[in-house]
């Protein structure tokens, strides 16, 4: 590691992240990931204001903000598509795909960044700006910011995937990894920036930020002229709040409805309350919505302009990441695909016959998660199921129930015998099984089947489903 170590000292200690381990020490010591010469003594006792972000005046974004913006950015984000889903007749409604996660870091991050980098003075072009994120938000700065020649610093909690990390420095920003989360990672962030002159820019509440995101709204309407309604996944509000004023100003009646995932519900506290509020953020497939605290800009942008809010679980997420694989061949985060697992929860019924536009707003998932995500997936769908059955330990018991497996078409995948901690006799083995069905239906079949020939089944289908 060729970085020097910068001081840090904070209310509860600093924090020591050589190597991505960190321990709770006072004047304790935080190594920079890369390999320059940065060298700060940081006091995070002292809270530092974002100009920009003020709750007492938020700054609502108007139609032509977002409009400035999109004349701003073009030829410099992608259009992306807005295509018809194979998944229209499953579901009794015209849908619509927003494919922003094919922009060229993954995510519609892109839009807002590209925008705010070209309103920069040119003193604070020069200086450049800092941001603290876990992936998208640093990724898209990252890229654009190399594009437009503005220096660009990101800190990122040790909790970031470490693709997301290596693709920033591959983008020549300045990476910096400290904090067990954002909120740590941004009150170092805010500190280096005040220090060093550069502008901190929020992820998901700058003005620009959420005047650029609003373009994917323009795009939308344009693409698809006659949408009943829009679904976008919400974590700090910013694409919800400039997307609606997009839509809401050029069509009227077009209903926008926001998904957040069940373990984080920042956006709808923050409705019901009037003003943003800390809530509890728990693990969740769809990452990029965890936010505690959305936006006070974009609150204030939004509101009046939501028509609905939804909650989604978190095996709808993986299951809808499945059929965007499966059936779009579109490899989508949690957080993208959130607006989809709504659909398939049956969060919105009211949609029935109407023609829906989705969007599908990132795709950078971990792909060391990828493969347990799709077999969740599979799980909730019932085409992965567990399942265990005792059967008789004399030769040929356990050949007789793969036999029985297999003559209905169904795929063992994992066998395990337990024989220690039986309650029947010793002669009995039970039996657990992972297998592979065709659908849901496929697997009752297989319940069915098992209960016919065993006295004793352990089927817990409704468990391993949503």
Known sequence: MNGKQATMTAENGGHDAVNGHVSHKKDAHI????????????????????????????????????????????????????????????????????????????????????????????????????????????????????????????VMPICAPMMKVEACRHQSATVVVTGFDLGEAKRYAMALGKKRGLM????????????????????????????????????????????????????????????????????QAALAAGHPVRTHVGQTLADGLAVPVVGCNS???????????????????????????EQEKAVVEGAGAAGLAAIIEGLVPELKGKTVVVALCGGNIDTTALGRVIERGLAAEGRLVRFGVTVSDRPGGIAE????????????????????????????????????????????????EMRKHY?????????STV
């Not at 974004?61 to 030829?75: C, E, L, T, W």
């Not at 078409?409 to 337990?418: A, F, N, P, Q, R």
């Not at 083995?429 to 592979?436: S, Y």
Request: glycine share 8%; proline share 4%; hydrophobic share 40%.
């Open 401 to 448: 129930l793969a036999k029985r497996i297999a003559d209905i078409g169904v795929s063992i995948k994992d066998i395990l015998h337990e024989r220690a901690w039986l309650q029947t006799d010793v002669f009995s083995v039970m039996v657990r099984c992972v297998v592979e069905t065709r659908d849901m239906e496929h697997a009752r079949q297989l319940e069915r």
């Open 299 to 325: 609150l204030a942008t939004s509101l009046g302009h939501i028509d609905k809010m939804v909650t989604v679980r978190e095996s709808y997420i993986a299951l809808a990441i499945l059929r965007l694989i």
């Open 200 to 267: 901190y820019v929020n992820g998901y509440d700058h003005p620009h930020i959420v005047a650029g995101q609003g373009t994917m709204g323009l795009e939308i309407i344009e693409q698809v002229p006659h949408l009943d309604a829009c679904i976008i996944p919400v974590g700090g509000g910013g694409l919800i709040a400039g997307s609606a004023i997009a839509l809401k100003a050029l069509k009227p009646g077009v209903k926008i409805i926001g998904v957040e995932s069940e373990r984080s519900t920042s956006f």
């Open 31 to 154: 190594d920079l990931v890369n390999g320059d010469d940065i060298d700060e003594d940081l006091d995070l006792t002292e809270e530092v204001p974002d100009p920009y972000c003020d709750e007492k005046n938020p700054h609502v974004v108007s139609f032509n903000d977002v409009s400035a913006a999109a004349y701003k950015i073009k030829g410099g984000v992608e259009k992306s598509p807005c295509s018809l889903s194979q998944m229209s007749k499953q579901y009794d409604m015209q849908i619509y795909f927003k494919k922003d996660f094919l922009q060229y870091t993954g995510s519609f991050k892109e839009r807002g960044a590209r925008y705010l980098l070209s309103q920069l003075s040119q003193s604070q072009a020069k200086k450049g700006v800092i941001a603290a994120s876990a992936g998208n938000h640093a990724l898209a700065l990252a890229y654009h910011g190399r594009l437009l020649n503005v220096p660009v610093t990101v």
């Open 455 to 463: 006295s004793h089944v352990e089927f817990p289908l409704d468990a």
